[in-house]
C-alpha cells in the first residue's frame, strides 16, 4: 500500500465490541458468546483507530465494519437443535428492523470502506447490525 501511495484495510468487528448481549436471548436454548469474544472485537475497534493514526501518513485508511446478529442457519449448530427457531425469534425482536442480517447485506458496507466513496473516512467503526447497537 505504501508502495502504490494509498491503501484501504476493513477490520472486522461486531457489534458485541460496542454493546454486550442480552441473556434472555440466550437463556434455555444456547451459551451466549463468552466474554473473550466481546473482549476481541473490543481490541479489534481500538486497533483500528489505532492503525489509521499512525498509517493515514502513508494515506492508508483504516476501518471497522462491524456486523450485528447475521446467524448461519445453515449450521449444525442451528440445524441439530429444534430450540434454534425460538432463538431466531428473540434474536429478531432485539433489532428495530425486528430481523437478523443476510450476508448479502454487508456488502454494500464493504464496498463503501474499500472504494474511494470513503475516502475521507479513517479510523471509525460502520455497524451493520439492523440498529441492534441503538437501543
Not at 476493513?10 to 454486550?20: D, E, H, L
Not at 473482549?39 to 475497534?45: G, T, W
Not at 440445524?79 to 431466531?88: G, I, Q, R
Request: with cysteine.
Amino acid at each position: 500500500m505504501r508502495k502504490v501511495g494509498k491503501g484501504a484495510i476493513i477490520n472486522i468487528g461486531s457489534m458485541y465490541g460496542i454493546v454486550t448481549s442480552y441473556p434472555e436471548v440466550y437463556e434455555g436454548i444456547t451459551s451466549p458468546s463468552p466474554v473473550t469474544y466481546s473482549a476481541q472485537k473490543a481490541a479489534v475497534i481500538h486497533a483500528t483507530r489505532y492503525m489509521a493514526v499512525y498509517w493515514a501518513k502513508d494515506n492508508i485508511r483504516v476501518n471497522c465494519l462491524c456486523p450485528g446478529a447475521f446467524p448461519n442457519r445453515d449450521s449444525n449448530l442451528y440445524v441439530d437443535n429444534p430450540k434454534m427457531e425460538e432463538f431466531m425469534q428473540r434474536l429478531d425482536k432485539k433489532a428495530p428492523l425486528g430481523r437478523t442480517g443476510q450476508p448479502w447485506e454487508l456488502k454494500g458496507a464493504i464496498v463503501f470502506l474499500a472504494s474511494d466513496a470513503s475516502s475521507f473516512m479513517t479510523g471509525q467503526k460502520l455497524v451493520v447490525d439492523g440498529g441492534w447497537t441503538v437501543w
